[in-house]
């Protein structure tokens, strides 16, 4: 089902969010067995996807837009170092604002609309009523810096990677709903150096085979794969930044709660080649669910609670599910007719 | 060609340099890709005995994506691409590209940038070139040709550069001083290198022995494979046999059979065609795989890399 977004809601204090059963329906379900291991699960993008489903497009829009947009607002006015770009990332940038302008404009007609001159272009972002003339390059004519400009109109975290000596490098990005993890502190890290804390992976050589593949992806090639957490409270913005936050909401979960305290937070993470600078976008578009709403599938139920009963220890702590692993594997038993 | 192919039209031929033709080649059906300096194009020729595919690096400033150019200097040894493109291709022929990959992009992050080109190895800095000067980045290019043969746009160059082109001669008796050029170097600077492997080799030499860290080297060598000795190459999966000749790659004896092996260089870099080897030994001549995998002998790079014995088994 392809969405419309809503009214805004919340992901702080009242938590106001919710999932439609459409949202429901076409929610990215990341566990293709009973077990969750360790896999370079990347599979190639290729668009359109199945129609209504969040891998139609290259950039996903649905009920969540203008929460999601009114939220990044809100963090990056408490702290402007969630959006960064070094100044040799400025043409990536402007690759990043045609992707993203020319993809919304021909998947979402209805909501975006892109006219080119030579180097005269013409934004119009119906949803955000945002109404644009600048340059195509010139970062001078437009109202914020590019990344920032359009990082705050897309759903999702996003960072570009800057490709040199068979590596790549976190140089700018806007980072708002991140997994615990800091932009300010990984920029300008190597692909190892940021994956560093990952327990596991880099004995097994995870990352040095996905290097190799993602610094050869060429452009009109994109690649995507899921990562996954859980999360407590429909909080989107849970960042080391902000840790006293929501630290101790890990606290809050009880047996009676569980439902609606603990969601699965997937992640559609997304590798594209930008053509005129040959950095790699990646994009971290994050989707929320309760519980209570992931129950109503009786597959997901089932599998969400063999999933979490075998994840290996190192698993648990580094995804921080420690407090309250063992309420969530409780609550989910009773949906698993094997216990 | 790959199902990403794209058809051009040949629009213009110039001669730039005595062996040296400058092909623009225009869409057929939209526009052609944007794409970042430094990017070649495989252009497949169909030859007599086969099909040939060779890579050109774009020569074209890349806001410009009407057309591509691309420049080609007649091999005396050609292996029948360069040949190819000098007497068979003539204006409003039809050609089949690639879509533009880069091995060989700027460092951006320079705070400034050597550009050294030998010969038709000019050619991926005139796609640089006119992004450095948008950027306002501090550059030097340093050509080194022989004007009896190479030195395409010296003249444009010379004009648009001014202090920043050093041209060398050597027709003229003109010689690059590389320790010169190399040395008291401010922190920052990065060196790019196009041209045959002597200068290439040359440049590193020299700059290693000056100190200069090799991420600050950047390099892209002509892609030919080296021609070797034949041999036979055994499929088990379609159970097929394979004859190479002395003058083909691995990679074109596959393709001349029907057998599509992803690529994108052609010339050991990319990692794209690495095949699986089950028997055999392997005279590995890419800059890919590790030493460890190279080792192992489990893989190859067909596109350079050859038998070292008179046969290979591959699981293809």
Redesign the interface.
Known sequence: MRMSPKPVQTFRDDFTYSNSPGAIARFPFPFPEDEYRYSVNIEPHVTPGPEGSVYEFLLDIDEHYLSEMAERDIVLKENPQRCLAMPHMDLACWDMIERCMQSLAADYPQHFSLTIDGDQWTWHNRLLNIHDSFTFGDSSTLPLPPMEYMGRQVQGDFALLDQRDGDLFLDAGIVTCPADWSLAFDAGMSFSEWHGPVPMAHEMGVFDRALKYLTAIPVGRPVRRLNWTLTVNARMDTSPETYPNWGTDRASVTADNVGEKVHLRVELQVLDRMPRSNALMFSIRTYLLSFDDLVTNPDWARRMHRVLKTLPPELVEYKGLGRYHDLAVEWLSRFDPAN | MSI?SIPVRVAAIEAVAPMIREFRLEAIDGSL????P??HVQVAMPGEQREIRNAYSLCSD?RETGSYRIAVRLQEDSRGGSAFMHSQVSVGDRLQIT????FF?P???ARKHLLIAGGVGITPFMSYIP?LE??GADFELHYLYRSSQTGAYRDELMHRLGQAFNGYDSDAGVRCDLSVLLSNREPGSHVYICGPESLIEGVRETARALGWPE?LIHYEAFAAPEPGEPFKAKLVRSGRAVEVAADESLLEALEREGIEVPN?CRGGV???CVTSVVEGSVEHRDDFLSADEKASGTCIMPCVSRAAGNHLILDL
């Open positions: 990403d890709p944007a794409f970042s430094g990017s890349p879509p533009p990959a880069n992009a460092a951006w992050h992004e948008r950027q991420s994108l990319c990692g794209q």
